[in-house]
């Protein structure tokens, strides 16, 4: 009965009790992901990121990796070749979306990655033409 016995016919419970698990099924129960690493590890113990970064901030590698980077800092920057979400990050990598924001947040202050700068956020043609007009006349 796939690893579970009645305990008994008629008079029981009728409840399930787990059969002995065979020595093999113990080991496969405790046995542990060798890749297996703590999100506290990865981050140096830290739980918030030094800027808020939502998950669908994008990121792009500015910088190749510095000497002595952590793994997980490589693997972020070796995948934001192009401009990638927070989220697109941590689903590439198989990392919890909070450790990539505590991680490209150091890869930001450090000024290995960048964000691309939104296009609403440059200013209008109009004012850089005023701009130009107002040095072109400091010039004369």
Do not use: F
């Not at 016995?5 to 080991?27: F, L």
């Not at 800027?51 to 910088?63: G, I």
């Amino acid at each position: 009965m796939s690893g579970h016995e009645w305990s008994g016919a008629g008079g029981g419970s009728g409840a399930r009790r787990p059969a002995d698990p065979s020595p093999a099924a113990s080991q496969d129960q405790h046995r542990r992901d060798p890749d297996l690493v703590r999100a506290y590890v990865r981050t140096g113990g830290r739980t918030r990121p030094t800027r808020d970064l939502d998950l669908v901030t994008l990121v792009v590698a500015a910088q190749e990796a510095a000497p002595g980077a952590s793994p997980d800092l490589r693997r972020v920057l070796g995948i934001c070749s192009r401009a990638l979400s927070i989220a697109e990050v941590a689903a590439y990598l198989d990392l919890p979306p909070s450790v990539v924001k505590i991680l490209a947040a150091d890869l930001l202050d450090s000024g290995h990655l960048v964000t691309p700068t939104p296009a609403d956020s440059l200013p209008e043609v109009a004012l850089l033409e005023e701009v130009l007009n107002g040095l072109r006349a400091l010039a004369v």
